[in-house]
């Protein structure tokens, strides 16, 4: 018999993950985010240079205008000097008001999309780490007795499983986010769209899992 | 903060992400349908106890909704979707990795079928959908 965290305990491994991400990197997380940023790391690497080159530009212009005010004497014309960071970068998506974030942190930045590699590698270890402290690590080519009775059993299992697979991943963007961005963080920042988000997939997967267990 | 620091901070929350789903039982397919069928509430109060205790954290912090997420027309159908296929294949996106971690070969199909859906929806929607489902903001 698997020994399980009591509930109260994930209960604050969840909260710690989520406010603890939120308070050292002043914005929340999303796994389905994390791996649709990740699987456009081209495009997202383009922007991140373009948005770069954008931000050296303005403080070039920055240190320009300061150098002719100096020059000139006009402290007018540095006032009028744009700051640096302060103009729109060109990608704009993913922007969030700074005000939501602790003080050290710089919302209005997305994080670099290694960063997000980062993250779903670490949880895959994070994982690994968890199967083998509590020794429940095993190689193995089935998904568990409780799969093959409820769901499928032998070869079937692998396009059964490739099949949730795809509508897990056109699911969550569709509706912009998944059980860790609307479930948790979401709810936890009680967003309308995230409380209707959660209580709809929650709910369809109470009825199918409902449907697995008792009819089919 | 420096790119080291960042991707060191990023990770440490990546691991314990990670740890924390599956030492609940996230990855565990049984413990997961016991969840939804309500025969056992433990992995079900841990989710809204974490749920109350981040809502609770973020009121103490101030923080204010983002208004990054917004009710549009692929809120419902997406949600639906997402819900079937966590119910059938055992996986939110973060728990397929963690089933491999554990060593479970066959979660690999989910994590290239959500790999698919994401591609495929991408597609979909730049070309007949054109929903604007908001960001996660990560």
Known sequence: MTEWLPWWAGALGLAFTSLGYYLALGRVFGVSGSWERVLRWKSERETEVLDAQFAEMIAQRRQAAAASAAASGDVQVLERAPAVGGGQPPSGSGAQPAKAGPAHATPQERLPVSTQATFLAAAFIGGVVAALTSGRFEVRTDMGPDFANLVVDGWLMWPVLFFGGILVGVGTRMSGGCSSGHGLNGCGRIEPASILATCLFFGTAVVMSTLLWKVI | ?138
Not at chain 2, 14 to 31: C, H, K, N, R
Not at chain 2, 51 to 71: D, E, Q
Not at chain 2, 92 to 104: H, K, N, R, S, W
Request: charged share 10%; hydrophobic share 50%.
């Open chain 2, 1 to 138: 903060m420096s790119n080291t620091r960042l991707h060191s901070t990023v990770a440490f929350f990546g691991l314990a992400l990670g740890f924390t789903v599956s030492m609940i039982g996230f990855g565990d397919y049984g413990e997961m349908n016991a969840m939804f069928t309500f025969q056992d509430f433990r992995m079900f109060l841990a989710f809204a106890g974490g749920v109350t205790l981040v809502a609770a954290g973020f009121v103490a912090l101030k923080v204010a909704p983002s208004r990054t997420k917004m009710i549009h027309k692929g809120t419902v159908p997406g949600s639906i979707l997402f819900g079937a296929g966590w119910a059938i294949s055992g996986g939110c996106p973060t728990i397929p990795l963690v089933q491999v971690a554990e060593g479970y070969v066959p979660a690999l199909a989910t994590i290239a079928g959500i790999t698919v859906g994401m591609l495929g929806y991408r597609k979909l929607n730049a070309r007949f959908l054109h929903i604007d489902s908001g960001s996660c903001s990560v």
